[in-house]
Structure formats: C-alpha cells, structure tokens
C-alpha cells in the first residue's frame, strides 16, 4: 500500500504562484510513476502532468509553460510549481503514483484563484 499526501494549496491572487507537494510513501519511490489532476468546481477531473518513473514528463496544452513538475526522490515527493495562475485553475489538485501496475491517490488541496 502506498499512501499519497498532497499538501500546499491554498489562496493565490491571478498571476500568482503557488507549489504543490505530493509525499507517496514507500521504498522505491524512484520507481513511481507521478500524476497531477485537478478538479474544478462543477466540472470533471482534468489530467494536468505527468512524470513517468524515469523522469519524462507531459503537460497538458492548458498549463504547458506555466506549471513545472520536478522530483526529490531523497523526500519521496514530487512537486507543481504553478506560475501566471488564472482564475480558472481553482480546484482540488489530487496526484496518484503508479506502481506495478497499481494506483494510489491521495485526497488533495484546493487552490484558489479569485476572478
């Protein structure tokens, strides 16, 4: 069992930045695969990044340029660094590691971004 803690979120004024962290317990930590969704209010959860487990990473076309997702394996925590936020990325941002074909997520934050 892998557990999934995020932790940063919070309230950022439009054009602000912000970073999230996401810890996922376990010893092979460097063999995870690191997603971020997010899900605004009202609406379905939306794919954001991925990091496969060797370091590749994609970006959605709605954040590619302005989010940056980065690993500390030593802290067993990846991170989203959100930069020039918008009023429409309010959402509870969740990741999930994958693993053996397993995929654990973790409840997430809500960032706000006022309009």
């Known amino acids: 069992q892998v557990h999934v803690v995020e932790s940063g979120g919070g309230s950022v004024q439009p054009g602000g930045s912000l970073r999230l962290s996401c810890y996922a317990s376990?010893?092979?930590?460097?063999?995870?695969?690191i997603g971020w969704y997010r899900q605004a209010p009202g609406k379905q959860r939306e794919w954001v990044v991925d990091m496969t487990s060797v370091g590749t990473t994609t970006y959605s076309d709605s954040v590619k340029g302005r989010f940056t997702i980065s690993s500390d394996n030593a802290k067993n925590t990846v991170y989203l660094q959100m930069n020039s936020l918008k009023a429409a990325a309010t959402a509870v941002y969740s990741c999930?590691?994958?693993?053996?074909?397993?995929?654990?997520w973790g409840k997430g934050p809500l960032v706000t971004v006022p309009s």
């Open positions: 999930n590691a994958g693993v053996y074909r397993n995929i654990y």
């Open positions: 376990g010893s092979i930590f460097s063999r995870y695969a």
